[in-house]
């Protein structure tokens, strides 16, 4: 079992940053493929980006790229997902995810296998 604890969301004007973070425990962190995805009210779930646990692999969406970065921690068994020039439409509730097989496609939510509660990033104009 693994439990993900997202942080990090608020508000901010456009052109803003913001860091979330993704704490993971209840297991060995490093079995994992790690993701970040964000979800706008009324909107499909949608993929961000994405790491293999070595580092090796990483992931964006074409409209993050450039602006988006995501990192780990192995020491600390987290996740970080900076995000600098913040629009509006970055607008969404972000959850980190946990992925259990190296295999498929990191950018599929339904191949996680572990989601954190979610955290809200409000990106004003």
């Known amino acids: 079992q693994v439990l993900l604890v997202e942080s990090g969301g608020g508000l901010v004007q456009g052109g803003g940053s913001l860091r979330l973070s993704c704490a993971a425990s209840?297991?060995?962190?490093?079995?994992?493929?790690m993701g970040w995805f964000r979800q706008a009210p009324g909107k499909e779930r949608e993929f961000v980006a994405a790491?293999?646990?070595?580092?090796?692999?990483?992931y964006y969406r074409d409209s993050v790229k450039g602006r988006f970065t995501i990192s780990g921690d192995h020491a600390k068994n987290t996740v970080y997902l900076q995000m600098n020039s913040l629009k509006p439409e970055d607008t969404a509730v972000y959850y980190c995810?946990?992925?259990?097989?190296?295999?498929?496609?990191?950018?599929?939510?339904?191949?996680?296998?572990?989601w954190g509660q979610g955290t809200q990033v409000t990106v004003s104009s």
């Open positions: 209840g297991r060995t962190f490093s079995s994992y493929s």
């Open positions: 790491i293999s646990w070595s580092g090796s692999r990483i």
């Open positions: 995810a946990a992925k259990l097989s190296s295999s498929g496609s990191p950018w599929r939510y339904w191949e996680y296998d572990y």
